[in-house]
């Protein structure tokens, strides 16, 4: 039998089949006109006779600062649970509010909150499998979009099959841009991500 029949739906494929029949309210907005300046007060420059001329220190008692260059921001979350979530996104700086929400609903449903991972954008920073486990002691490592060799993962992996190495479970997957829009295509993968999920979270 298909292990996508007969399977109970979480939340994440439930309530998006009723977007197009919500009611959002029209925002009123109130637009405050400019004030009037008033009471300006105009101050006069400093003649020469009342500028006091301070001379420099000499040159070489100078302490010259060299501000570091931030890097980009280019992940989120507290990581509670060493649940990494790549995905691959331009435009924003780590992850837009719509994918954001997405994924929410997603990991609500292997019952767990943004809290217990953390969101790692490789469009800002390019990483290996192998940093990613350094940095974050990834145990679980769910890949939006991003083939295995662009992390350092010379093993072709198809996406949904769930690989272990070096106590990481790993789950490639299609893009999260793919699964937004409502229709039977988006459905199918999801339904695909979610048999998946429930294997690797064990819901």
């Not at 996104?89 to 992850?95: A, D, K």
């Not at 449903?109 to 499998?129: E, G, Q, S």
């Not at 072709?156 to 937004?180: E, G, W």
Request: charged share 20%; with cysteine.
């Amino acid at each position: 039998m298909n292990e996508l029949q007969n399977i109970k739906l979480p939340g994440f494929l439930i309530t998006d089949w009723y977007k197009g029949h919500l009611i959002i309210s029209d925002e009123t907005t109130v637009k405050s006109s400019p004030q009037p300046v008033e009471n300006t007060v105009k101050v006069s420059e400093p003649t020469i006779e009342n500028t006091v001329n301070v001379a420099a220190p000499p040159l070489e008692n100078k302490q010259v600062k060299v501000e570091a260059i931030n890097e980009p921001v280019w992940f989120t979350g507290e990581n509670k649970k060493n649940i990494t979530i790549l995905i691959n996104q331009n435009g924003t700086e780590v992850i837009s509010e719509e994918w954001k929400i997405f994924l929410n609903s997603v990991i609500a449903a292997c019952k767990l909150t943004l809290n217990d991972v953390v969101i790692v954008n490789t469009f800002r920073k390019a990483i290996t499998y192998n940093q990613l486990k350094e940095k974050f002691n990834s145990q679980f490592l769910l890949v939006f979009d991003i083939a295995p060799s662009l992390l350092g993962i010379p093993a072709a992996i198809p996406n949904y099959d769930i690989r272990v190495d070096n106590n990481c479970a790993i789950v490639f997957s299609d893009s999260i841009a793919q699964m937004l829009p409502i229709t039977p295509d988006a459905k199918q993968i999801k339904m695909k991500l979610w048999v998946s999920l429930k294997k690797l979270f064990n819901v």
